[in-house]
Nanobody, 115 residues
Framework: QVQLVESGGGLVQPGGSLRLSCAAS????????MAWYRQAPGKQRDLVAG???????FYSDSVKGRFTISRDNVENTVYLQMNSLKPDDTAVYYC?????????WGQGTQVTVSS
């Protein structure tokens, strides 16, 4: 069993920054991909960014240049640094870890961008 604990969400003004963290624990062996998704009210859950075990990253077009994903393979933690936040970034953010043959989701953390 794998547990994911997310933190770092909150309320921020447009143009501000937040840093999300997601720590994985439990029966973890060779996490392949760690990723962040988000889901706004009434919308589907969409990929925001991901990072492979080797450090290759990928981003949705809407966050390129503003968000940075990173990971600590020793601590099994993934981070999402979010800069220049916009109201459209408001959503519940979920982390996902992908192992061989399985994947797990965090409980989600709310990010609200509003003045």
């Amino acid at each position: 069993q794998v547990q994911l604990v997310e933190s770092g969400g909150g309320l921020v003004q447009p143009g501000g920054s937040l840093r999300l963290s997601c720590a994985a624990s439990g029966s973890i062996f060779n996490i392949n991909v760690m990723a962040w998704y988000r889901q706004a009210p009434g919308k589907q859950r969409d990929l925001v960014a991901g990072i492979t075990r080797g450090g290759s990253t990928f981003y949705s077009d809407s966050v390129k240049g503003r968000f940075t994903i990173s990971r600590d393979n020793v601590e099994n933690t993934v981070y999402l640094q979010m800069n220049s936040l916009k109201p459209d970034d408001t959503a519940v953010y979920y982390c996902q870890v992908v192992l061989v043959g399985s994947s797990y989701w965090g409980q989600g953390t709310q990010v609200t961008v509003s003045s």
